[in-house]
């Protein structure tokens, strides 16, 4: 349920966010020739055939049943939908609280079963488990309760053939949050040992989630590494338990389940290099300092990046700072689009307003050209194009501060670089030089395997070596940069390293 009112408040907090990471992302990076892949990509492959999703919190399945077919017409540039068990959160919310158990009409059993997908092969049931719910993690009762239903919810994946569940985890309801640590409500517990309880019943609860499932089942996050409060590490930190949750839920997943770091704070990107700095962070350190030490290999695994993208923002459901004109709504959607879908891991997910119901016939959603963007993006992708330009913010508060900026962001098509070697679907022994051809007075090059920067380069002509990576596919990608920062990306290369 994400008022306007509550994304207002997300609005604010995200703009402390980019503030904070921002600038920490280049220290993992230092100006180099030679990058020891092995280091980097122990485990860790991107998919290639990226998926979008469009989410919402009042679509009705039993309307997905009837209507199938023509919402695949009217948006064809999605890969499938998220939805809630009833299409209303406030119900979902009460339903999550463990005060019953769940029956299958709860979970609209028949309904999900007799839906024909179709070309929508990546659809997913979002569970409301924001920290409002006031969870008191030593309740046993309740917790047997609420794994209960997660079986329920079992039943209900494999019987629509979803590939998992969406967990929304924001808290939309000030007043109590279930996901923070407070000695006041844990008396006689240390942190510690909350810590420990809250990451058995994620245990539990990934395991009944698994319980009907056969297939790899996949969880993703609204937020995860990426939450608007931060202080992972400290009591005060209100998604402090939510990750010792996760790690329960990581620590239950199977050899082929995947849960998914949805990051959330990319509705809000107004700099086309966050995606990619933002990716940088999780991996070289988010994941590590503040993911279970004895789950590292499994967050190298199973743990994938992907974003969220907010168009109800970038056509004007708020008041900005600036005045946008249509065309510049327009190309604040492509960007990110195209840079969501390029950086994921796999998923990228679309939120808008429960009010803009857009599934139904109608109007076109937010602008004519709104579509034929969609299409245009996924097209540019599946060739290897690249997108021509960049946004680029480079005031004083370049990160993306949306309350009070410098400038308002503006679209970069200088410098231009084009990666030259290798080439499009070549074949590597996992050790080779990365080339690029500019244009333009360039100050720096940056490049990108898998999302991640990997090395940047200073002088021309422009290059890094990689030696050593891993068997698997590596999407490549370069972005160059002039004094001013004015900046453009590569189009991207897909290679195959072979083993060896």
Known sequence: MKTQGVKRLSWLLSS????????????????????????LFPAVHQSTDKKLIQTSASLQWAYVNDNIAAMQARHPYLDGVAASMNGNFAKDYLMLRGDRLWTEDDVQLKTVSAIKWGRYTDNFVILYFGDSLSLDFFDDRKWSIITQNAGMVSK????????????????????SHGWKYDPSWYQGHSLGQVKARCRQRGHDFMTALQAHVPNPLTVLDFIWFGDHWNNYDTTAGRQLLWLSFKDGMLDAARLNDILVDGNEMAYYYQESTMFTDIYTEFRRHRFPAYGATDLQDKYKKQVQIGHGIYPSLYYGVYKWPHTYSPAEHDRWWENQLYNALLTTDKYVWI??????????????????????????????????????????????????????????????????????????????????????????????VEFFINSMRVGIDSTA???????????????????????????????PVIITVRPK
Not at 16 to 39: E, I, N
Not at 467 to 490: C, K, S, V
């Open 461 to 491: 002509p422009y290059t890094t070596r990689v030696t050593q990576l891993a068997p698997g596919t590596y999407t490549l990608f370069a972005r160059a940069f002039d004094r001013a920062n004015e900046h453009t990306t590569a189009a």
């Open 156 to 175: 209900m994946i494999r019987a629509g053939g979803f590939k998992g569940v969406f967990l929304d985890n924001e808290n939309y309801y000030e007043g």
């Open 351 to 444: 939120w808008t307003e429960p009010d803009e119901n857009w599934w139904k016939e109608g109007p076109p959603l937010f602008t004519p050209a709104f579509t034929d963007i969609a299409k245009r993006v996924r097209a540019t992708l599946k060739k290897q194009q690249g997108l021509s330009f960049d946004l680029v913010k480079y005031g004083a508060n370049w990160q993306g501060n949306l309350v009070t900026p410098a400038e308002k962001w503006h679209v970069s098509r200088s410098p231009t670089i084009t990666i030259t070697a290798p080439s499009a679907t070549a074949k590597t022994n996992g050790t080779f030089t990365i080339s690029t051809a500019v244009s333009g007075q360039t100050s720096r």
């Open 16 to 39: 402390f966010f980019l503030w904070v990471a921002g600038p920490a992302v280049a220290q993992y990076v230092m100006d180099r020739k030679t990058v020891p892949g092995s280091s």
